[in-house]
């Protein structure tokens, strides 16, 4: 290879890389007041991020087992996620089975507040961020998608946009799996607690339009059943919503597939003009 070409393909590697790897990855320490804890979480800030103008903030929430690290350690694909889609994205740590509920019977668990409140007020405090509902959304995978559904649908007035992939969005047919018992009691002590905390059933809490929202899972995943479920349901009460589903199980291969389609939707909801 001539010196010539050589400048050209460093040029060139030197221009992807720029271009690939500008945005910001940090892992910031928030608190958490009504826990009495600090909490990790990792906050990507896209390439032209410098304090002049307001950035939407999508809050991304990790699965059962899971931590703050797990989006940028596990998908590849989010190293370049702020860029594409100019959007602040926030990752919590939701605890390794918290399912981001504040627990009935653990009070060391309120991941609800953490995650729709507190956390969101630290974001703003610290970040330039678009400091209404117009301007957040949030979304998940599994646990996570049980969550990010689960928070907006009751906190319409922080979040606009919500999605859900490979989510557990109904948990009454899984009684004995992934702690769930543990935060909510026993399925068959505490029916009440399960019938009420679980998202199919939080639609009444849902207007049309009210929420802008994204649901997707794969053919073979284990949730396939409960989401076409969640999805008829919201067809029978004119909830107009993205549905995507494609052959795929429950892992990260389909989850590194669907974050592109759950950002872009959410960007489309932060570009599209407010009613005034």
């Not at 918290?98 to 630290?122: A, F, G, H, K, Q």
């Not at 997707?216 to 919201?234: A, E, I, M, P, Q």
Request: charge should be neutral.
């Amino acid at each position: 290879m001539t010196p010539f070409k050589k400048i050209a393909l460093f040029l060139v590697i030197g221009l992807w890389s720029t271009s690939v790897w500008a945005e910001k990855i940090d892992t910031v320490e928030t608190y958490s007041p009504s826990m009495k804890k600090n909490i990790k979480a990792v906050v990507l800030t896209p390439d032209s991020y410098d304090g002049s103008k307001e950035f939407p903030v999508v809050y991304l929430l990790h699965g059962y087992s899971g931590n703050y690290a797990d989006w940028i350690k596990k998908a590849p694909v989010m190293q370049r996620m702020a860029d594409v889609y100019q959007t602040i994205i926030v990752c919590p740590d939701g605890a390794f089975s918290s399912w981001y509920w504040d627990s009935p019977v653990d009070p060391t668990m309120r991941y609800e507040t953490y995650v729709s409140s507190e956390l969101v007020s630290w974001i703003d405090g610290r970040y330039k961020t678009i400091k209404s509902r117009e301007g957040r959304g949030i979304t998940g995978l599994s646990m996570g998608g049980h969550g990010a559904l689960y928070l907006a649908f009751k906190h319409q007035d922080v979040f606009g946009t919500a999605g859900s992939m490979s989510g557990g969005v109904d948990i009454r047919p899984f009684p004995n799996n992934w702690d769930m018992a543990k935060r909510l009691g026993k399925y068959a002590e505490a029916p009440e607690l399960w019938e009420k905390n679980t998202v199919i059933n939080l639609l009444h809490l849902l207007t049309p339009n009210s929420l802008a929202l994204i649901i997707d899972c794969g053919s073979d995943d284990f949730f396939y059943r409960v989401n076409n479920n969640l999805h008829d349901k919201l067809l029978e009460r004119n909830i107009p919503h993205d549905y995507i589903s494609r052959p795929g199980g429950h892992n990260w291969p389909y989850w590194n597939n669907a974050i592109g389609y759950q950002l872009l939707f959410m960007r489309n909801f932060f570009d599209k003009p407010k009613s005034k």
